[in-house]
């Protein structure tokens, strides 16, 4: 019988930041996990780096080529409408926010990631393992769970906006839409600052009443604080992030029990780097007829332009001369003051990656190796990625796992003609006009915003994962694997 496992993620936790708290004193029982297991400081997130993404890429152990979720922000060429996941309540306002709640409720997991594509929850059902979620994007699992109606708060906005049932793990607490028992804890709606104390209190529950072999642990509170405040805050909302893994801990007998008892999983789905200055895309194409939001359609236009934090996408929605107009759409983003990189496919083989330092062409295959093992040729400016090659090997320190994301970013179906990554110090304007001037933001190739902690202690399995040397590079893409592992079960195909 396997150790119960605890898949914590810290939205956003910044490693230097989770280091500054464990040396304040703050975080003691993120600093006992750390002490007892490994810790890896430059986990790469998925490109682009903002949380629907990477979530999906926890979750699946994919990249967006295999999970199909491409952004925060994006266009159903099959709907021909944009999908808005709430950037910003104006953002969410621009589209809708009923149609924006419900694609980030409902159709994120039922829809649009892949349903061909396992996660964590439907894996470890489908094996008997008894699965268990707090509020988080991706809650996609085997059992039924319907909308509580509790509180007469719930009551109305359930019966008037969130009507259907969803398939989740066994155990599934959700803001206060799903409830699979009666914890007394109350969900607030899922508003910023509520949400960690919500999955304490659902997550401590369940430890009391021995509810779970797996729990997803969700405090994405710190997001929200770096955003705000600046990534340099963080040390107080890592601390606040610890004392929800504290009352955890404590209902299952006190630390040196609780870790003798479990295993545990801690990590950030991406960093955050300092915002200083804006990008405005819709001054960039001002010349260009620009699809606009106009309820559920998208009015027509020759592109359809996906501002997401410190990423962006471009489609182009007329089939003629596609490749031609995308080339022009990335010329024109990259004259943009703070825009760093602009890729796309200049064939179904072949990658670009555009820059101010010169331009990279790349595909699958070939006699170069990343650290990841992965295979690649290249021809044209490896300086587009700061990279090098030493002994045969591809190192871009700058752009972590390079190629390997822009890859799986540019194959994913969803994904724009154009991807677009800022520049140190940049944020890109969302479609409800708002950024995070002297806040914190992520969303970019680059490793400011890219590199998060992971930390874990206690798992098991055969494949040896108790340092952080068992891999040259580690990703998101690395701790499905992992969990799997734990539980004796094969990890999944592509994984
Ligand atoms: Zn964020």
Redesign the pocket.
Known sequence: MSKKLVLTVI??MKPAMLERAIESGTAPTLKAIRDRGAYVDDCVAAFPSV?PVCAASIATGTGPDRHRIPSMNWFSRAEGRYVEYGSSFSASRKFGVLRSLTDTVYNMNAVHLAAETPTCFELLDDAGIRTAGTTYLMYRGRHEHHVTTDSTLARIANATVFRDAVKGPRELFYADLFASRRSGCRGQFAMPGQRDVHTGCVGAYMEEHDLYDFMLFSLPDN?TFS?RNGPAAQVTSIAAADRQLERLVHAGGGLERFLDEHAMIVMADHSHTLVEERIRLDVAFADWQVARPNGGRATDGEIAICPAQRSAMVYVLRDEDRAAVAARAAKVALAAPGVDLAMRLSSPRVGVIASARGELHFSPGGDLVDLRGRRWSIDGELAAIGGRVEDGRLLSPEYPDALGRVWSALTCPTAGDVLLSAGPAYEFVDWGGAWHPSGGS?GSLHRSDSEGALLWCGTEGGRGWDTRDALDQWTLRDVLPMVTDHFGLPSPAGA
Request: proline share 0%; hydrophobic share 0%.
């Open positions: 939205d956003g949380t997001d955003h992520h």
